[in-house]
């Protein structure tokens, strides 16, 4: 049986969140693969539901808050 040290908990920890959707879009907004503040297009024509099932194959939600996967 493997143990969790808090460092590896705070590594993988990348914040609180309403809902997978929104992660996903401060995500893609905060790497910067989106600028929001520029142009709503591409952006309201994405598939956020699709985008985000993807996405999250990378990343768990436990009440609320994100963490990465190794």
Not at 20 to 31: I, L, M, P, Q, T
């Amino acid at each position: 049986m493997s143990s969790v040290s808090l460092t590896d908990v705070s590594d993988a920890f990348e914040g609180t969140f309403c809902d997978d959707v929104s992660f996903a879009k401060e995500f893609a907004k905060g790497s910067g693969l989106f600028d929001f503040t520029k142009a709503s297009w591409p952006t309201t024509c994405i598939d956020w539901g699709r985008a985000t099932a993807e996405f999250m194959q990378n990343f768990t939600e436990i009440d609320g808050s994100y963490f990465a996967l190794g």
